[in-house]
């Protein structure tokens, strides 16, 4: 059975920084496309970043030199590293991980920036 628990989602001021974790289990993430997604309320889902099963990353315009994707392979964890957050990041942000006809969802975490 796959799960993805995604975690360190709160609320921050603008300017802010947030950790996000997605934990994984069932699969081995360094195998896996895995991905960092979000959904604003009345908006569709996005992706926000995402890091190939070779290490490549790629990112958002909006989001490109302040959020980072990274691979922990011994935790079989990734994260996403947010810094310099705008009230438009406010969002639900889910954990994806796809390779070939599989794709797993987390069931998301709140980020809310506000003063």
């Known amino acids: 059975q796959v799960q993805l628990v995604e975690s360190g989602g709160g609320l921050v001021h603008p300017g802010g920084s947030l950790r996000l974790s997605c934990a994984a289990s069932g699969i081995i993430v360094s195998l896996y496309n895995m991905g960092w997604y979000r959904q604003a309320p009345g908006k569709q889902r996005e992706l926000v970043a995402a890091?190939?099963?070779?290490?490549?990353?790629n990112y958002a315009n909006s989001v490109k030199g302040r959020f980072t994707i990274s691979r922990d392979n011994a935790k079989n964890t990734v994260y996403l590293q947010m810094n310099s957050l705008k009230p438009e990041d406010t969002a639900v942000y889910y954990c994806n991980a796809g390779r070939f006809a599989s794709d797993y969802w987390g069931q998301g975490t709140q980020v809310t920036v506000s003063s």
């Open positions: 890091i190939a099963s070779g290490g490549r990353t």
